[in-house]
């Protein structure tokens, strides 16, 4: 779609675009719905969108055509089957087709801000609260002093003063008896309840409208689907939802650790630990307990602190303080089951039991394993560690590289460099001045007498090194530099397109971006140019909907060449974004002149 609009304002189903001071709106595909032909228009709910023509609301489907007049003073949108309109300075409730469900009489109709917001529709008259329901089918007329949706089928009333509650149908489940009411969500799973109270004591009612237990304690908390905290005469315990008593109360503080599995407990000045089954794992004794993290257990594990040392909680183990520093450790899968700790100086690990892997002894470990496998260091000598807590290689070699996708890392001893595998075996013997990681395609470049050349995984060598530079293998051919020019090597290092150019990248699907006389162009496989050299720069990019495309620059301006060298987009754009309109399988186009459009991944 061309830039065309003179603004563009995201919505939550889609655009609303305007051109000549007028609106219209496109929707997520990008096609547009309704016209740029109104004096304003907003989101579509339940196939309608608002539109405002002069004063006056109607609505208009999703082909942009008229289906409510626009006859009304304000409106809101649908919800369900209906939608509050205001008409004569009163609002009333219509239908799709326009008809009244309710007519104009209340002072105000109010949709729910929060979800389930689509269930009912708060109606007002000279200070009394009902509610229609979504469906059109009860109209609960304004009785009461406060009404509100909890729920899909929840609602609490105020009626003299007291709260209740009742269903969407208007049916009272809970007779107005309480002085108080407010929302209480925790638990790992959001668990919701309505703490509700009665001379100055709460209790409890679930989300189905019942009593879970009458009003007896000063505050409660929820913890998780089955267990509260609670406060009673001044100290704190657990309970259970149906109110009986799981531990005593006896603690002087809860803290609940937000989407976490650990509430800490506190008794003068001390801390201590317990689970979301109420179950206490250490008493009050710790000066301090950190923050959670992922432990060894992937489950959360807390650092404790007492007298300068450091300690462990994770699931239901208990590792004493006695380290100097703690590093809980990670791979890509977010934990491992060790973790690094420091003692007299010196670094090792302890295992998912809480046991040393070894007495401390390094200098240095790594809190991260990359592929499962961590560095250790000592005495200057680099080693490797993997994520169960083996010692694949001690340490013995003066540099090292992570670990790759085809399971070899590179070791360097004396200056020369080799590979090992990941059971510490010397796969290929230091010999190189520089490599590689090995690629998915099992090679890797190595670098002898200040020439580069191939690899495979058994050390032996496919192309010679003789090159300056030497890049990867896209599409069956590679980079290379050869007497400060570029060309592209096949898998026999023989030239498929001889040395020519001042740069050069590796190839994207049919084309690859070569530079020459200072201008970047586009060749194919053959060599040939498919874009003569005319641009200042060319960019790999990645823009999800999209493959391989590349951004061309060329006097400041800004286009796109997709993988076969087609221009998706000429060079005479001030920007192109993606950012969160990726995600919807498109990028943002803005012309020199202020206008905008869309680029469609089917385009």
């Not at 509050?84 to 087709?97: A, Y």
């Not at 109709?109 to 929060?114: H, M, Q």
């Not at 208990?318 to 690094?340: G, H, R, Y």
């Not at 190595?446 to 599409?475: A, C, M, T």
Request: proline letters at 4%; a positive charge; one cysteine or more.
């Amino acid at each position: 779609m061309k830039p065309q609009f003179d603004e563009i304002e995201q919505l939550s189903t889609g655009f609303k675009v305007k051109k000549n001071e007028k609106w219209g709106f496109i929707d997520n595909t990008v096609k547009v719905l309704v016209e740029p032909v109104f004096d304003d228009v907003y989101d579509i709910y339940n196939g309608l969108l608002k539109i405002k023509v002069g004063n006056k609301f109607g609505f208009v489907n999703e082909n942009g055509k008229i289906e409510i007049e626009p006859k009304f003073e304000d409106a809101k949108y649908f919800i369900g089957n209906m939608a509050p309109v205001k008409q004569n300075g009163k609002w009333g409730i219509i239908d799709k087709t326009g008809r009244f469900i309710a007519e104009p009489m209340y002072d105000e109709c109010v949709i729910p801000n929060l979800p389930p917001y689509d269930k009912i529709i708060i109606i007002s008259k000279d200070e009394k609260y009902g509610y229609v329901s979504a469906a059109g089918t009860t109209v609960v007329q304004p009785q009461f002093e406060e009404v509100e949706l909890l729920n899909e089928n929840l609602v609490a009333i105020k009626k003299e003063g007291k709260i209740g509650f009742a269903d969407i149908s208007g049916k009272i489940l809970i007779n107005p008896e309480y002085d108080k009411y407010y929302s209480i969500v925790g638990g790992s799973d959001n668990i919701r309840i309505i703490a509700v109270s009665k001379n100055n004591h709460i209790g409890a009612v679930s989300m189905t409208g019942h009593v879970m237990f009458e009003p007896a304690y000063e505050d409660i908390s929820v913890v998780s689907k089955n267990i509260l905290i609670a406060k009673k005469n001044g100290k704190w315990g657990f309970i259970t939802f149906d109110g009986k008593v799981k531990v005593d109360f006896k603690y002087d503080e809860f803290e609940r650790l937000i989407d976490k599995n650990f509430i800490l407990i506190k008794k003068g000045k001390k801390v201590g630990v317990a689970n979301l089954n109420g179950e206490i794992i250490a008493e009050p004794q710790y000066d301090y307990v950190g923050d959670p993290f992922l432990g060894p257990t992937k489950k959360d594990a807390l650092m404790t602190g007492s007298k300068g040392k450091r300690g462990i909680i994770y699931n239901k183990i208990v590792v004493p303080p006695q380290f100097d520093v703690i590093k809980f450790c990670s791979t890509s899968k977010n934990a491992t089951i060790l973790t690094a700790v420091k003692k007299d100086g010196k670094w090792t690990y302890i295992n998912k039991y809480g046991k040393l892997i070894t007495q401390p002894q390094f200098d240095s470990v790594d809190e991260y394993f990359y592929s499962g496998v961590a560095k250790i260091i000592e005495n200057n000598k680099i080693g490797f560690i993997n994520e169960n807590g083996k010692i694949i290689t001690k340490p013995q070699f003066d540099g090292v590289t992570p670990f790759d996708d085809c399971g070899f890392a590179g070791v360097n001893q004396k200056g020369k460099w080799g590979f090992i595998d990941k059971s510490g075996k010397l796969i290929i013997k230091p010999q190189f001045e520089e490599i590689s990681n090995f690629t998915a395609d099992g090679l890797a470049r190595i670098k002898l007498k200040g020439k580069w050349g191939y690899i495979e995984k058994g050390g032996k060598v496919i192309i010679k090194p003789k090159f300056n530079q030497l890049g990867i293998f896209k599409e069956g051919l590679a980079p290379a530099k050869l007497g400060g020019k570029c060309g592209y090597i096949d898998r026999k290092g023989n030239f498929a397109i001889k040395p020519q150019y001042e740069d050069a990248l590796y190839f994207v699907g049919d084309t690859a971006a070569v530079k020459l006389n200072g201008k970047w162009g586009f060749i194919d496989k053959k060599g040939r140019f498919k874009i003569k050299p005319q641009y200042d720069e060319v960019i790999n990019v990645y823009i999800m909907g999209y493959k391989d495309l590349r951004v061309i620059i060329k006097n400041n301006r800004t286009g796109l060449i997709d993988s076969k060298g087609n221009i998706l987009i000429d060079p005479n754009f001030e920007s192109i974004e993606g950012g969160n309109l990726q995600f919807l399988g498109y990028v943002l186009l803005k012309s020199t002149d202020n206008k905008y459009g869309f680029l469609l991944d089917e385009e």
